[in-house]
């Protein structure tokens, strides 16, 4: 089945640019839209932004202007780049694949059906 | 509004029935799913669109909406429950993902 991995540094600095690959395995990264979110040690699920197999990304309102996506369907990876990172971006990072599946009678759905085990990145200097 | 709310903690005892609630205005355009988060693991979604459970998802899940409130109802919970629960959504474009702030889920 469909594995994703996330990998990447665990330390960035405060003021530099925090840099995240994700690797999936057991299927294909076309057609399918891939998603970064976030969990603050103790707090909740952000959503980060997610990338179509097209190249089209979205992004959370909040971090647009330090984020991007982009995808290298080659290598079946995606990436996230988020910069002028500071203790707040201090959080356990996942990847996930966001599914679009059609259900008669509701319409498209959308949801994050497969998880990367998540890693963990601090911001200290 | 793209925001979510739950609350922060829902408690049953074992046998019970629950139900864990959402309410913002995107959920009268969109559905929301629900995921599992249990401590240490990757949240798993147990409920997503109208009332649908993925493969493996114990059918003692349902999901149901109401105006701006979806509600996630496990009936009859089970230990292996315990567990922080979110409910997701889009935004009011349809293009965004909106998260609420999660419900953990105790036992009495």
């Known amino acids: 089945q469909v594995q994703l991995q996330e990998s990447g540094p665990g330390l960035v600095k405060p003021s530099e640019t925090l840099s995240l690959t994700c690797t999936v395995s057991g299927g294909p990264i076309n057609s399918y839209y891939w998603s970064w979110i976030r969990q603050p040690p103790g707090k909740g699920l952000e959503w980060i932004g997610y990338?179509?197999?097209?190249?089209?990304?979205?992004?959370n309102p909040s971090l647009k202007s330090r984020v991007t996506i982009s995808l290298d369907t080659s290598k079946s990876q995606f990436s996230l780049k988020l910069r002028s990172v500071t203790a707040a971006d201090t959080a356990l990072y996942y990847c996930?694949?966001?599914?679009?599946?059609?259900?008669f009678g509701e319409g498209y759905h959308y949801y994050m059906d497969v998880w990367g085990k998540g890693t963990t990145v601090t911001v200290s200097s | 509004s793209s925001e979510l709310t739950q609350d922060p903690t829902v408690s049953v005892a074992l046998g019970q029935t629950v139900r864990i609630t959402c309410q913002g205005d995107s959920l009268r355009n969109f559905y929301a799913n629900w995921y599992q988060q249990k401590p240490g693991q990757a949240p798993v979604v147990v409920i997503y669109g109208k009332n649908n459970r993925p493969s493996g998802i114990p059918d003692r899940f349902s999901g149901s909406t109401s105006g701006n409130t979806a509600s996630l109802t496990i009936t009859g919970a089970q230990a292996e429950d315990v567990a922080d629960y979110y409910c997701?959504?889009?935004?009011?474009?349809?293009?965004?993902?909106?998260f609420g702030g999660g419900t953990k889920l105790t036992f009495l």
């Open positions: 996930a694949r966001r599914l679009e599946t059609l259900r």
């Open positions: 997701s959504s889009r935004d009011s474009s349809g293009n965004l993902v909106v």
């Open positions: 990338i179509y197999y097209s190249g089209s990304t979205n992004y």
